[in-house]
Each structure stands twice: as structure tokens, then as C-alpha cells.
């Protein structure tokens, strides 16, 4: 495809997302991606991986929000209704894991806000339709522009601009109505749907999947994965071993979520953070994300504990879809 129709397209796609069929309720929204008109599904799949060319992708920004003040959350839970822990869906293994030095289901991702091109992180859950993949809020919708996300694709495995598993490219993207109206980090949690990539795959089928655990202990064992541009430029990824706890009461009072002690800076946003991480079948449950930096707090990057009312409605909502 022509440079010019590709640009051609990327501007159809803007006219396009106002007419396109935006979901809400009361916890969740969400965005199905149009196709264009004159399109098949195909064709637009194809147009959108040919756009991400390697020097596209080279200059993508990153997306890491850090705060200077006590961040914004609007819905916190008292502690007597706390949930307990307990698995919404467990982690899968892929033959193509063992022996790999970095876990398949976590990779990059690519999309465009506001005329510019941009870079997170992300990974590949264990769902019903085999193509999920979980991500930060605000690397799918811009709260300050009120923008969805546009050409947003999802690569696997990303490593040294190279694609082991092909590219997938969005079909649908989902938040919660709390990030999306007010910026709340306890919510600041999304799911993206894929379409198959290049060859027909689902990525989980090529990846293996994390699972999800809800209410997961506040202090344990915790492996991060992402793509941060503050090491090798986001080409590799890097992983931080830590050891998660609450948050300081003294620091941000109203923010109920997880923080670890971590390196990754930008381009690092969306990446997973697990519990009972095995090295050997790269499997894990995900319990929380990374999401931003305080200024307050050198060193450590904070993440939504995953709980029903974030991560778990939205899984349970889009599992299927």
C-alpha cells in the first residue's frame, strides 16, 4: 500500500469514530473499531499493520503519567468490603514458551491520540475468545481530550523491532466509565480485542495467556514486564523483581492501589505485574499493571490492585465478545 492511501485511510479512520458504535453503562465504555467504508475486514487489518512501519514505531512516544500530587480516584471501598482473593481465570502455557528468556504474552503497543503516534505495554490473558490483551486506561482512552485511540495494534514478544508473532490489530477497545469521565488511577485499567494477525492466529493460541487474580495479597512476590524507553530505547523487554505492598496513607491517601520498586519509565505503561510467576512455562497471575510514576515516591511505579469492580467487571464483560 502507497504511503499516500495509507494516510488516506488514517483520516477516514478519524471521520469515522463518530459514527462509531460507542458503548456505555454505568462502570464500563467501550469503542468498536470501524472499518472503513469500502473495506473488508481483511483489508483494513492489513492497512493498519502496513501504516506501523519500523521507523513509525521507532518514533512512537511514550505514554507514563507522572503525578505530582495525591493522584485522582473517585470509588474506593471501605475496608469491611474488601473482597476476598480469588482467580477469575488462570494463566495458560504455550509449548513456544519453554526455554524462551521472556515470557511470549507480554509485549508492545502501538496506537495513535491526537495526530501523534504512541507506545505502551501490554499482555495476552486467558479468555474465552483467545484474543484479549490487558492494558493501562489511559493507553486507550485520553480523559483530557475525551480521545479514543486510534490504530492500535499489539505485538507480542517485541523484540529489536522484530515481530515473532506477527501483529494484531485492534477490533475493539474497553475502560472503565471512572477513568474514562475522571481520571481515576483505581481505574485506570483496559481490555483490547483482537483481530487474528497476518497468518489467521489468535495470539493466545501462539502466546500462551496470564491469568487474573482479584483481591490478590497487598505484599508478595511480584514480576513487572514492559517496554520501557528509559532502557535500550523500549526495543527489549525488561522485567523488574520486587516485592509488592499498599500504598503510604502519608503519600496518596485516596489511591488504593499496588506500588513496587522499579526502574521502567515511559513506554512501560500497561505492562503486567504478577504473582506466582514460573520462570520455567512463563505462566502467572496478573493482579495489577503498571500505571504511573509519583513525584513523591523516587524509584517506585504504581499500579489499580485488580479487583471486580476495575479489571473484573471488564474481563467478565468482553471475554466472549
Not at 75 to 103: C, F, H, W, Y
Not at 117 to 125: A, K, L, M
Request: glycine content about 8%.
Amino acid at each position: 500500500m502507497m504511503p499516500s492511501t495509507i494516510c488516506l485511510l488514517v483520516l477516514a479512520l478519524i471521520g469515522l469514530i463518530n459514527s462509531a458504535a460507542i458503548n456505555s453503562g454505568s462502570k464500563d465504555v467501550s469503542y468498536d473499531v470501524p472499518i472503513p467504508r469500502g473495506y473488508t475486514r481483511e483489508q483494513y487489518v492489513k492497512s493498519v499493520i502496513d501504516y506501523w512501519t519500523s521507523e513509525r514505531m521507532a518514533s512512537a512516544k511514550p505514554l507514563h503519567p507522572t503525578v505530582s500530587m495525591s493522584p485522582k480516584v473517585f470509588s474506593v471501598k471501605d475496608d469491611e468490603d474488601i473482597e476476598v482473593e480469588r482467580v477469575l481465570t488462570p494463566s495458560v502455557a504455550s509449548p513456544q514458551t519453554r526455554g524462551a528468556n521472556t515470557p511470549p504474552a507480554a509485549g508492545r503497543a502501538f496506537f495513535s491520540m491526537g495526530g501523534n503516534t504512541y507506545v505502551c505495554s501490554g499482555s495476552v490473558v486467558n479468555a474465552a475468545n483467545r484474543d484479549t490483551v490487558v492494558t493501562a486506561g489511559h493507553c486507550v482512552f485520553n480523559n483530557t481530550n475525551k480521545e479514543w485511540a486510534t490504530n492500535w495494534i499489539f505485538v507480542p514478544d517485541y523484540d529489536s523491532k522484530q515481530r515473532p508473532f506477527g501483529t494484531f490489530v485492534s477490533r475493539k477497545l474497553a475502560t472503565k466509565q471512572q477513568w474514562k469521565d475522571k481520571g481515576d488511577y483505581n481505574n485506570d485499567v483496559a481490555i483490547v480485542l483482537l483481530n487474528t494477525n497476518e497468518d489467521g492466529r489468535h495470539a493466545q493460541d501462539l502466546t500462551g495467556a496470564f491469568g487474573i487474580t482479584l483481591s490478590a495479597p497487598t505484599s508478595a512476590a511480584t514480576n513487572a514486564f514492559g517496554f520501557p524507553m528509559n532502557i535500550n530505547s523500549g526495543e527489549t523487554m525488561s522485567t523488574c523483581a520486587s516485592s509488592s505492598k499498599k500504598q503510604s496513607l502519608l503519600l496518596m491517601s485516596s489511591f488504593k492501589g499496588l506500588q513496587i520498586t522499579c526502574g521502567m519509565g515511559g513506554g512501560a505503561s500497561g505492562g503486567p505485574w504478577l504473582q506466582k510467576y514460573n520462570s520455567a512455562t512463563k505462566e502467572g497471575q496478573q493482579v495489577s499493571l503498571t500505571s504511573f510514576s509519583y513525584s513523591l515516591a523516587p524509584g517506585k511505579v504504581h499500579g489499580p490492585h485488580f479487583n471486580i469492580d476495575n479489571i473484573g467487571s471488564l474481563f467478565q464483560e468482553n471475554q466472549n465478545a
